[in-house]
């Protein structure tokens, strides 16, 4: 009798932890453009993270269009929907919508694109969609630190300061084209919108307080063209097969040469955070562990350009 012998290749897979190291609860949220890629992590789109928690989970070698960012002040139980969290909210409440569930505006966002063009990983700190919570992110390969580990709330500009929690603090800072400074979001420099929808007519200089973001966070993405500043998107090489870390409020230890005041409890605590429904899971982590928007990833053909941030919320 012959026996023939199937050897199924295993699936690669990366790991993902994402750590609040900050003094208060957040609301994490995944979301994953389905319309580019349907690789999905294996991780709720949604949970709730107490203070220094974390959550490990795995994503596919070829996870394309990722992003990750923080929701604060969430009351899912008597406020369902994009508007139960101060900023970051998103279809769905507590589980971001799949289709529809990328996040409210200001929201300071981590995206990935794995195994993306000459095979690499493509990574950004994006603050496009404004700036809400300090973060970086990591690797267990050496390769680069994207991050925004300064608290823009306090010092931001008086036209994009907000949304502010009961006792009158910031929680964030919008961005130029969220705050509507030109009136015409559709067709903005702010934005990177109508005749302005190109680097060529876009520049840094036709962005209104471009440089408070950049100037603060030099390794983040502080509008829709700032590849061009080669401190904006990061890559590394898709063989090493890197593991990464995703920290909110991360102490200055993780090797950022970003300028400005770092996070601290009392420049950043928001009070008592609101109640939540979440049945979501989380581990105690470690000791020292580690308005119009363009998809970043469309200019390596990774990603669709268009009104990414504020349509699909």
């Known amino acids: 009798m012959l026996f023939l012998l199937l050897v199924v290749p295993s699936v690669v897979a990366r790991s993902f932890t ?32 107490p203070p220094f928690t974390a959550v490990t989970f ?6 394309t ?33 799949p289709h529809t569930g990328t996040g409210v505006p200001p929201a300071t966002v ?45 010092n931001c500009p008086s036209p994009l300061k907000g949304p502010y929690d009961s006792t009158g603090f910031p929680l964030g800072c919008k961005s130029a084209c969220d705050a509507n400074l030109t009136g015409n979001p559709l067709n903005s420099p702010d934005c990177c919108s109508g005749s302005y929808n190109t680097a060529a007519t876009c520049p840094t200089t036709g962005v209104q307080y471009y440089w408070y973001f950049k100037g603060n966070c030099p390794n983040s993405y502080a509008y829709a063209y700032d590849e061009s500043s080669n401190t904006a998107l990061w890559t590394c090489n898709s063989a090493l097969l890197a593991n990464y870390t995703l920290t909110f409020c ?10 400005g005041p770092t996070p601290t409890a009392s420049s950043i605590i928001s009070g008592t955070a609101a109640a939540s429904n979440s049945g979501s899971t989380v581990q105690p982590a470690h000791s020292g562990a580690s308005a119009p928007a363009r998809s970043h990833l469309a200019i390596l053909g990774l990603a669709t350009c268009g009104l990414f941030a504020t349509k699909m919320l």
């Open 58 to 63: 795995t994503a596919p070698n070829n996870w």
């Open 110 to 154: 981590a995206e990935w694109t794995l195994q993306g063009n000459g095979n690499k990983d493509f990574y950004d700190v994006s603050l496009v969609d404004g700036y809400n919570l300090p973060m970086s992110i990591t690797n267990s390969v050496g390769c680069p630190i994207a991050d925004c580990p300064v608290d823009l709330g306090p």
């Open 250 to 259: 991360p102490p200055p230890t993780t090797g950022s040469s970003s300028s």
């Open 18 to 49: 994402v750590y609040n190291a900050c003094p208060f609860t957040i609301w994490p949220a995944v979301f994953t453009d389905l319309t580019i890629g349907t690789a999905v992590p294996d991780v709720p789109t949604g949970w709730e993270a």
């Open 65 to 97: 269009a990722g992003r990750i960012w923080g929701r604060r002040d969430c009351n899912f139980t008597t406020n369902p929907g994009p508007n139960s969290c101060l900023d970051g909210g998103c279809n769905g409440g507590l589980l971001c919508d």
